[in-house]
């Protein structure tokens, strides 16, 4: 039986990023693999790609489906896994070609649940790599991870904990416990996904090498109007919350939730809708709408929240604008930080 089943979703990946990706995994140094290419409903010529390379080697299995998005995707080859370990691997990234066999050796020395490993972000133009150096291990606990995924952890800032790569995982912590991603969340579902996955693992730990190749090829604020933004938001929130009331979260986790929803509303609603050139709405009736938004619950909580954590200068002029109600001033200082980041994307990217 293979060891690891290395689990790709696809959907209308260029052919190049594809090919470069399952060449990637085949000719990994560790051989005993079952690679699994959930094809989720996509155009010529990916499934023909697809198929050429599963002739070629007898341990890709391809699952063609019907368009139904990636949360069915990766519960399809979650289906179809078999051996003692899981490796998600999106179809435009690649790995190492040692990624698997160090995982694996790490993963066995260590005896853990989930291993986690360093990565490389892959711009246009340049290669960054992610690695802690002498992490705490304290991050590399079960409490401290659930929490960087709610309220973020900069101190883990080269660790991909909300992503579903750049992580060896224990399968049977997956199969004994029903583990699956959510159908119907839109945004966040790996996040929703690790978090019940973590509350599943009793050990974890960390491999500092950058075995993983993130792709980063569109990453401009600007073209991803979205005004069904809240309700999207709303449902993962949602998730976020059926966890922590579930497994009986304390104080902690509704303090990080709350932080959650003030970042969303500062950072998603605003650059997503409100503040986007293709908002067709004008500018103070989107004054008008985030105003409202920020006075009724769960915001006006996550707002409240906010002015007791008292965070740095930047948070402070955010939190000032909506306390004040001074909604376009806010509206100004996220267009001055999204025209900034693309700046830095476009010198450095």
């Known amino acids: 039986m293979s060891h690891i089943s290395v689990i790709i979703p696809v959907y209308n990946t260029k052919p190049e990023y594809l090919s470069a990706c399952l060449e990637s995994v085949i000719n990994q140094t560790e051989r005993r693999l079952r690679i699994i290419a959930v094809d989720d409903g996509s155009s010529d010529p990916v499934p023909a790609i697809l198929d050429r390379y599963a002739a070629g080697d007898a341990r890709l299995k391809v699952i063609h489906q019907k368009n139904g998005g990636t949360s069915v995707a990766r519960n399809a080859g979650l289906n179809a896994a078999e051996g003692n370990y899981i490796l998600f691997l999106d179809a435009d990234d690649y790995l190492e070609r040692d990624c698997c066999e160090k995982a694996l050796s790490a993963m066995e020395e260590k005896a853990v649940d989930m291993l986690f490993f360093g990565y490389s972000t892959n711009y246009t133009n340049r290669e960054l790599k992610r690695v802690l150096k002498n992490p705490d291990p304290g991050l590399f606990e079960r409490e401290a991870l659930e929490l960087s995924i709610l309220g973020g952890d900069r101190r883990l800032g080269g660790v991909e904990v909300g992503a579903p790569w750049g992580k060896l995982i224990r399968r049977s912590c997956i199969e004994e416990n029903s583990v699956r991603y959510t159908p119907g969340l839109k945004k966040g579902q790996d996040t929703v996904f690790n978090l019940n996955l973590l509350e599943h693992c009793e050990s974890f730990a960390y491999l500092p090498l950058p075995l993983y190749h993130y792709r980063i090829s569109e990453v401009s604020v600007s073209h991803r109007y979205n005004p069904e933004i809240v309700d999207i938001m709303e449902k993962t929130c949602g ?45 103070e009736e989107r004054e008008k709408e985030y105003l409202k938004l920020t006075l009724r619950e769960p915001y006006r909580s996550a707002v409240a929240s906010e002015a007791e954590e008292a965070g740095g200068l930047w948070e402070r002029l955010l939190l000032s604008c909506v306390e004040k109600g001074r909604i376009g001033s806010l509206f100004r200082l996220i267009r001055i930080r999204n025209a900034v980041f693309n700046r830095l994307i476009q010198r450095f990217g």
């Open 239 to 283: 998730a976020y919350r059926e966890f922590v009331d579930k497994y009986g979260k304390g104080e902690i986790f509704r303090r990080s939730l709350k932080r959650k929803y003030w970042k969303i509303l500062t950072g998603e609603y605003c650059s997503l809708y409100f503040v986007h050139p293709k908002n067709p709405l004008p500018e």
